[in-house]
Each structure stands twice: as C-alpha cells, then as structure tokens.
C-alpha cells in the first residue's frame, strides 16, 4: 500500500527566504506526482504536476523535482513572500492510476 | 470561468438524516472524485468515476452514496449510516479516467453534525 510522508509538518520562515519542502513515498510505481497549495477552509489548488518520465517541473519562484528510484520529491519556493503561507500537500498516483494517495501536508508560515 | 462548484459551503445535518452535497464541473472532466479530509489526516477517497453512470469506492466508501448521470454531475449523499460524518469534503475532476492527470478540486463542503 503506498504511503506518503511529508516533513516537516509545520515550517516557519522569514520573507525572503529559500525554502524546501519534503514528499516521501514507499512505492516508487508512480504514475505522477502532483503539488497542492490549500488555504484554510479552501479547496486545493494545484500547483506542479510531475510525471513519472519528468524529473522536474517549474512554475514561477516554484520548482518541483521528483526522484522515483528514492521515491522522494522536493517542492522549492524561492524568495518566499507572506502570501505563500498555506498547507502544501503532495500527492501520488499509483497502480491503476485512478486514485491518488495524499501526504498530511506541510504548514508554511511565511513572516515579515 | 471553467472549475468545480461545490455547494452547499456549510451544511448541518442533525443524526439520523441523510444529506447530499452537490458536485459540478464545466472543465469537461470525465473522471471525478470525492474525497474527505479530516484535521491531520490526509485527504481520503470515498468514490470516483471515470464516466458517466460508472463508478468505483474508495477506500472510506462506507456510508456513502453517490450517482453519476450526467458528467458534469457527480453528487454525494451521506447516509445516517456513516458513523461519523463531520467533515471537510472535496471534490475534484480530473482529464482522463484512465492514467489520471492533473487534478481540480472545487471550494469544498463542510458538513456540521449536531
């Protein structure tokens, strides 16, 4: 059963600063992998999309990398701005390629 | 504009009654999901169909519903069955029902139990 883990949980930053975020996922049988911002009492909004032929995808200061052979991606913000305070979420398509398994999230505070 | 419309926003239901959130999508879509999301738990699936009048569970499917009769509709009842019912739910679409590929997600619902 595929299992995906983000860590930290919960992150707090200056404005200004570069940061990383962690996914983690136990099968490396992916199909793709897809990054979410979600504010609080919203819906998700999706960020990158990876496939699993893609190493990397880039939108704005954003920039997603995906390594399926360690099964880990990396979502990294560039000169982070309060506005991207929000709940990142990485998800996985696995096996039928239908259904999509969610980490918890990270919580990213962004502070002046 | 094309999205996912969720309704309603803040729904609350008293125990024993059976409710049902409303899922509709312009984006021409022909997969669908609905999934819930619990505080520090991951988004769960409940159902998702890849066309119209087909549909499979998820993996929390119990004490859920849903029909698919048009494809830009994909509705979710509660039943009075689902022990425990209050929480934030998704619904998203999604391009192929196959290889899936990036994924929408409407406003959501929060369902109140009282």
């Known amino acids: 059963k595929q299992e995906v883990t983000q860590i930290p949980a919960a992150l707090s930053v200056p404005e200004g600063e570069n940061l990383v975020l962690n996914c983690s996922f136990t099968?490396?049988?992916?199909?793709?992998l897809q990054w979410f911002r979600q504010d609080p009492g919203k819906g998700l909004t999706s960020l990158l999309l990876?496939?699993?032929?893609?190493r990397e995808q880039t939108s704005g200061r954003l920039n997603a990398s995906l390594d399926k052979s360690s099964g880990r991606s990396t979502l990294y913000i560039a000169a982070s701005q309060p506005g991207d305070s929000a709940t990142y979420l990485c998800?996985?398509?696995?096996?039928?390629?239908?259904?999509?398994?969610f980490g918890t999230g990270t919580q990213l505070k962004v502070e002046l | 504009d094309g999205g996912i419309t969720q309704s309603p926003k803040y729904l609350f239901r008293k125990e024993g009654q059976n409710v049902t959130l409303s899922c509709e999508q312009n984006?021409?879509?022909?997969?669908m999901y609905w999934y819930r999301q619990d505080p520090g738990q991951g988004l769960r699936l409940i159902y998702y169909?890849?066309?119209?009048?087909?549909?499979q569970k998820g993996d929390i499917a119990e004490g859920y519903s849903v029909s698919r009769e048009k494809k830009e509709s994909f509705p979710l009842t509660v039943t009075s069955a689902q022990k425990n019912p209050t929480a934030f739910y998704l619904c998203?679409?999604?391009?192929?029902?196959?290889?899936?590929?990036?994924?929408?997600f409407g406003e959501g619902s929060r369902l109140t139990v009282l």
């Open positions: 998800a996985v398509i696995t096996g039928g390629g239908n259904k999509l398994t």
């Open positions: 990876i496939q699993s032929s893609q």
């Open positions: 099968d490396s049988a992916i199909y793709n």
């Open positions: 169909s890849q066309i119209v009048n087909d549909f």
């Open positions: 984006l021409n879509h022909d997969a």
């Open positions: 998203a679409s999604s391009t192929s029902g196959g290889v899936a590929g990036e994924l929408f």
